[in-house]
Nanobody
Framework: QVQLVESGGGLVQAGGSLRLSCAAS????????IGWFRQTPGKERELLGT????????DYVESVKGRFTVSRDNSKNTAYLQMNSLKPEDTAVYYC????????????WGQGTQVTVTS
């Protein structure tokens, strides 16, 4: 089991950057895929990007490709979401989640961190 805590959210102007962190406690962090999601009121949670257990492979949805970067440091049990060129439509609550390397579902979720982008 792993517990996740996001941090780094806040208020930023359009065009700015933020880096979110996802700190994990528990065992075997390096055995989990990490996904970053976001959600706005009235909408379904959206998967933004994922990173493999060793950090060598990352995938992104088209809407954030080239602007967002997912990374991880297994020695620190932490994953990151670097967000550049932020837009007002990126305003949302951002979550990280963990999926066992052989599993299909994201089992463990953080509490979320609010990101607000002003125009």
């Amino acid at each position: 089991q792993v517990q996740l805590v996001e941090s780094g959210g806040g208020l930023v102007q359009a065009g700015g950057s933020l880096r979110l962190s996802c700190a994990a406690s528990g065992r075997a962090f390096s055995s989990y895929f990490i996904g970053w999601f976001r959600q706005t009121p009235g909408k379904e949670r959206e998967l933004l990007g994922t990173i493999s257990t060793g950090g060598g492979n990352a995938d992104y949805v088209e809407s954030v490709k080239g602007r967002f970067t997912v990374s991880r440091d297994n020695s620190k049990n932490t994953a990151y979401l670097q967000m550049n060129s932020l837009k007002p439509e990126d305003t949302a609550v951002y979550y990280c989640a963990a999926r066992w390397y052989s599993g299909r579902e994201y089992e463990f979720w953080g509490q979320g961190t609010q990101v607000t982008v002003t125009s």
